[in-house]
């Protein structure tokens, strides 16, 4: 499938230039709040202003071209083991071409794969559709936001948070207290709650995806999303941490069924330069 | 002071090496625009240096009144030699148990990176006269235009592109002073504000 292996490499360049219009949206919603002459309202036109020259002379809007990870909807029958080679493939070729920064490092040797592959990386999960098409979904996840990441399991003594979802709420403020401006404020956030370890982290992830003025299909869990995002931003932490109105753009949950024993929540924190795009083919 | 609405006064501008007397002049909310020539260092430099401690001579650029960027670039090489493509900063607070004694050590009157540091090296700024800059996290293209050219680059083979020391000569430069020589952090003020509201929200007031 040598044109898919075109389309990835395409995919990972857009994905890696382009911010998505969403995104790029609620940053200039946010700039206007801050106010221009402000530091905060400052710091988010240069913002943009990167934003803009990244999409224009095609380079890397970040320079952590961060973790890939891939989402990948493919109809039964078509192979996995195929898909996965390709993207493998397509990750050595954007890295040169794009180009994006090696990231992939040996735990044992510490040495640097150079070209964005190795051992799990990049993270690729699949799932089967009943469509005709593969859709394939990437984010470059910067690190410095990925750090800011969290798991809780309730009740939190500490977080004075119960199995509930209000202590959801608490579990994301304390995440974003935690992280200060350390991850790229203002942050995009996605929750997930539910029974096991590994499933509550990749529903996170996976919110991550979710476009920021979608609306929650549960009308609780989008009031709870608007809420937690109205709180967030009266912690003052502000555009790159150094205060103001604008320390998250959105929140976005995620829910699974829970154990009766088990309420995970997992937190992921994704930077200002949220970086997502789509691959139909 | 960083308050909300508030507006950025003057915007000074420095040139690199820096003396003390630079260094003191320059306070916490003032934002700058760094010309000169300084040199980039992340995990890897931080505990080559704090590890290996490596005398001045053996090091080919001159640290003294320099500032240390935090950053991982994205570089490409030419016929020309290299070329910036992307260059923002990384996370400092990664590199807090090693900063204070690189401070000391090579006598760098300048840390650079996102989202500020902690005690140990609050206690290093003021010390040793020195000042902690935030730039823009993610404006990493932005940032690399104002790099007028890679002079050079240390340890390149031996650390890899992101984690080698880069040598960069830069024009307007932009950053925020967020911790100054005088002990102050706007972190830490921005960290204890938000920490009383984080209080309140859950209850525990």
Same mark, same amino acid.
């Given at each position: ?19 998505? !219009? ?15 002459? @402000?530091?905060? &309202? ?34 039964? &029958?078509? @192979? ?31 040495? #640097? ?6 051992? %799990? ?8 559709? @009943? ?10 996840? &910067? ?71 979608? !609306? ?19 912690? &003052? ?5 150094? %205060? ?9 949950? %995620?829910? #699974? ?25 | ?15 690199? $090496?820096? *003396? ?6 320059? =306070? ?17 430099? =931080? ?25 991982? $670039?994205? /570089? ?9 493509? *992307?260059?923002? $900063? ?9 900063? =204070? ?37 993610? *404006? ?46 706007? =972190?830490?003020? /921005? ?12 209850? *525990?007031?």
């Amino acid at each position: 499938m040598p044109e898919l292996l075109d389309k990835i490499v395409s995919l990972y360049r857009k994905t890696a230039t382009v911010l998505p !219009s969403d995104v790029e949206a609620a940053l200039e919603n946010a700039c206007r709040k801050e106010g221009r002459g @402000s530091p905060a &309202g400052t710091i988010l036109s240069t913002i943009l202003e990167n934003i803009a020259l990244a999409r224009k002379t095609r380079r890397p809007i970040c320079q952590d071209t961060g973790l890939p990870v891939f989402f990948v909807k493919a109809p039964f &029958g078509q @192979s996995q083991r195929e898909i996965r080679e390709i993207i493998v493939r397509a990750t050595r070729i954007a890295t040169e071409t794009v180009p994006l920064r090696p990231n992939a490092v040996d735990i044992l040797t510490d040495k #640097n794969s150079g070209d964005n592959t190795g051992t %799990g990386f990049p993270v690729i999960y699949f799932e089967e559709t @009943s469509r005709g098409k593969i859709i394939i979904d990437l984010m470059l996840k &910067g690190a410095g936001s990925e750090n800011a990441g969290q798991i809780y399991k309730l009740p939190a003594e500490e977080l004075k948070a119960d199995r509930n979802l209000d202590g959801v709420r608490k579990c994301v403020l304390d995440a974003v207290f935690k992280a200060q401006g350390r991850g790229c404020p203002p942050y995009i956030i996605g929750v997930g709650v539910g029974a096991a370890k590994d499933q509550v982290t990749k529903l996170s992830r996976e919110q991550l995806f979710r476009k920021i003025q979608d !609306s929650n299909p549960s009308e609780i869990l989008a009031d709870l999303e608007q809420k937690i995002t109205d709180d967030i931003n009266q912690l &003052g932490i502000g555009p790159i941490g150094i %205060g103001g109105k604008s320390t998250a753009l959105g929140v976005k949950i %995620g829910i #699974n069924h829970r154990h009766p024993a088990s309420y995970f929540v997992d937190v992921s924190v994704s930077c200002w330069a949220t970086r997502r795009a789509r691959l139909i083919w | 002071m960083v308050k909300r609405g508030n507006k950025i006064n003057d915007i000074k501008t420095i040139t690199l $090496p820096l *003396a003390k007397d630079d260094v003191l002049s320059l =306070h916490a909310g003032d934002m700058i625009l760094i010309n000169g020539l300084m040199v980039t260092g992340r995990d890897r430099v =931080h505990t080559f240096l704090f590890n290996e401690k490596p005398e001045k001579k053996f090091i080919p650029f001159n640290l003294e009144g320099t500032i240390l960027y935090h950053c991982g $670039p994205v /570089i490409k090489k030419t016929a020309g030699g290299f070329t910036l493509v *992307a260059g923002g $900063p990384t996370t400092s607070m990664r590199v807090e148990k090693y900063q =204070h004694r690189i401070i000391s050590s090579y006598g760098i009157r300048g840390i650079m990176g996102k989202g500020g540091m902690g005690q140990k090296t609050r206690e290093a700024l003021r010390e040793n006269g020195c000042v902690y800059l935030n730039t823009i996290g993610g *404006a990493a293209v932005y940032l690399a235009d104002k790099v007028k050219q890679v002079v050079d680059v240390w340890k390149l083979d031996e650390f890899g592109m992101t984690e080698a020391m880069w040598l960069f000569d830069v024009q307007g430069f932009p950053a925020l002073v967020t911790m100054d020589a005088h002990g102050r952090s706007l =972190h830490e003020e /921005i960290e204890n504000r938000s920490l009383n509201e984080f209080l309140k929200q859950i209850g *525990a007031y």
